[in-house]
């Protein structure tokens, strides 16, 4: 009797086991190892007379591709995502430098413009996709030197919302509301300064440079940046849906474009010959896969899909820029949940520069903390793991 009570307790823990590490696995993390890449567009400069496209993004219907060239004439140029084809483009009145773009679900695109001279302010236009009109151009005057990069357009509830991080001397995180596309309004809730965050103060460093970002439907931030050391980045990084501190982060070679699906970041790498992409778990920042790789590539400075492809733009590559596209995917629908999620609130400790007492909560406008993170699981796994293994040790013994 003792010995069927055990073998049916160390069968049990082994079954916890599995159910553990397949809890880790997301439904598509076999599918992203199936890409293969190959050359979509190749650009010469001396053809379309601009080059080093740095931003880059996909339109919410896949149709379209978007780049923002920063060299000869810098403007944006909207790309047939089946051809390559440059089909429209944009430029503001300056023209100024289009490092960040981004798209909506209402058919708008988001240009993140720094000036010409990266002095005294930091702009962004909105614009609608089909005509390449603009609707809106916004600028926030800041002392001092003083860019762009990563934007990011979100709807939270019945609001959509606009992120832009500003670079150089004066490194921030601000959130606009956008709901109204002619009149885009700072959002004071957000931050800790009234519309944005300090991310000197954020990351603890006063040497830092945050690079691209994405945001879930909670309202998660997820950046790429350099923290501390690297060319262009080091860290990637969870941070919570007020901006107000850091959820959890991980270190990465160069990491820099962002693209954010289904439980899943598509992380770029600006890293010469040695340029890849990451496939990087939400929950835990860990990486399923590394993909793109490519003996001959310049630097990737974004990634996107769009209708099951895979496109990334490799910046300065040949004469000018070139566009990679994968075969395309076939990603499974998710399936729903089989209960409904709980509303207890999570315990894990947020990382902050300026506060070190644990803040939870699961709303868009507080700090929001997960306990799925990689070392819970694999202490679960471990614990598991040595109970089952002691199980079966005493039923050997006692046979």
Same mark, same amino acid.
Request: aromatic share 10%.
């Given at each position: 009797?003792?010995?069927?009570?055990?073998?049916?307790?160390?069968?049990?823990?082994?079954?916890?086991?599995?159910?553990?590490?397949?809890?880790?696995?997301?439904?598509?993390?076999?599918?992203?190892?199936?890409?293969?890449?190959?050359?979509?567009?190749?650009?010469?400069?001396?053809?379309?007379?601009?080059?080093?496209?740095?931003?880059?993004?996909?339109?919410?219907?896949?149709?379209?591709?978007?780049?923002?060239?920063?060299?000869?004439?810098?403007?944006?140029?909207?790309?047939?995502?089946?051809?390559?084809?440059?089909?429209?483009?944009?430029?503001?009145?300056?023209?100024?430098?289009? /490092?960040?773009?981004?798209?909506? $679900?209402?058919?708008? +695109?988001?240009?993140?413009?720094?000036?010409? &001279? #990266?002095?005294? *302010? =930091?702009?962004?236009?909105?614009?609608?996709?089909?005509?390449?009109?603009?609707?809106?151009?916004?600028?926030?005057?800041?002392?001092?030197?003083?860019?762009?990069?990563?934007?990011?357009?979100?709807?939270?509830?019945?609001?959509?919302?606009?992120?832009?991080?500003?670079?150089?001397?004066?490194?921030?995180?601000?959130?606009?509301?956008?709901?109204?596309?002619?009149?885009?309004?700072?959002?004071?809730?957000?931050? /800790?300064?009234?519309?944005?965050? $300090?991310?000197?103060? +954020?990351?603890?460093?006063?040497?830092?440079? &945050? #690079?691209?970002? *994405? =945001?879930?439907?909670?309202?998660?931030?997820?950046?790429?940046?350099?923290?501390?050391?690297?060319?262009?980045?080091?860290?990637?990084?969870?941070?919570?849906?007020?901006?107000?501190?850091?959820?959890?982060?991980?270190?990465?070679?160069?990491?820099?474009?962002?693209?954010?699906?289904?439980?899943?970041?598509?992380?770029?790498?600006?890293?010469?010959?040695?340029?890849?992409?990451?496939?990087?778990?939400?929950?835990?920042?860990?990486?399923?896969?590394?993909?793109?790789?490519?003996?001959?590539?310049?630097?990737?400075?974004?990634?996107?899909?769009?209708?099951?492809?895979?496109?990334?733009?490799?910046?300065?590559?040949?004469?000018?820029?070139?566009?990679?596209?994968?075969?395309?995917?076939?990603?499974?629908?998710?399936?729903?949940?089989?209960?409904?999620?709980?509303?207890?609130?999570?315990?894990?400790?947020?990382?902050?520069?300026?506060?070190?007492?644990?803040?939870?909560?699961?709303?868009?406008?507080?700090?929001?903390?997960?306990?799925?993170?990689?070392?819970?699981?694999?202490?679960?796994?471990?614990?598991?793991?040595?109970?089952?293994?002691?199980?079966?040790?005493?039923?050997?013994?006692?046979?």
């Amino acid at each position: 009797m003792r010995r069927k009570l055990i073998a049916a307790t160390v069968l049990a823990l082994f079954t916890s086991l599995f159910m553990v590490q397949t809890a880790l696995a997301g439904p598509y993390d076999s599918v992203f190892s199936q890409a293969t890449f190959s050359t979509l567009v190749e650009y010469d400069k001396t053809e379309i007379s601009a080059f080093e496209m740095r931003g880059f993004c996909s339109s919410a219907d896949g149709k379209y591709l978007f780049g923002g060239l920063l060299q000869d004439i810098r403007h944006v140029i909207k790309i047939d995502a089946a051809t390559g084809e440059p089909v429209g483009e944009y430029s503001d009145d300056e023209p100024g430098y289009p /490092k960040g773009l981004c798209t909506d $679900d209402r058919g708008y +695109l988001y240009v993140g413009l720094a000036n010409a &001279a #990266n002095d005294g *302010a =930091v702009n962004f236009a909105i614009v609608e996709v089909s005509t390449m009109n603009e609707v809106k151009f916004v600028s926030t005057e800041i002392d001092g030197k003083v860019g762009v990069n990563g934007v990011y357009a979100v709807r939270l509830g019945e609001k959509y919302y606009l992120y832009l991080i500003t670079n150089y001397d004066t490194d921030r995180l601000y959130r606009f509301d956008v709901t109204n596309p002619s009149n885009p309004v700072v959002d004071s809730s957000f931050g /800790k300064n009234s519309g944005y965050t $300090d991310l000197q103060e +954020l990351f603890g460093n006063a040497g830092c440079d &945050a #690079n691209y970002l *994405a =945001v879930d439907g909670d309202g998660i931030i997820y950046m790429t940046a350099k923290v501390e050391n690297g060319s262009k980045g080091d860290t990637v990084l969870k941070i919570s849906a007020d901006g107000k501190s850091i959820i959890s982060k991980t270190a990465l070679t160069e990491p820099y474009g962002i693209y954010l699906r289904d439980g899943y970041l598509l992380v770029s790498t600006y890293n010469g010959t040695d340029s890849i992409v990451y496939v990087i778990n939400t929950s835990d920042l860990s990486v399923v896969c590394e993909i793109g790789n490519m003996d001959d590539s310049a630097r990737y400075s974004g990634v996107t899909i769009a209708g099951g492809k895979i496109y990334i733009s490799d910046q300065g590559y040949g004469l000018g820029d070139r566009i990679l596209v994968s075969n395309k995917l076939e990603f499974p629908v998710p399936q729903p949940e089989t209960a409904p999620a709980t509303n207890t609130p999570a315990t894990e400790q947020t990382i902050s520069a300026s506060d070190d007492a644990p803040v939870t909560g699961n709303s868009a406008t507080a700090p929001v903390t997960t306990a799925a993170q990689t070392g819970d699981y694999t202490m679960v796994s471990v614990v598991l793991l040595a109970a089952a293994s002691t199980a079966l040790a005493i039923s050997r013994k006692r046979k």
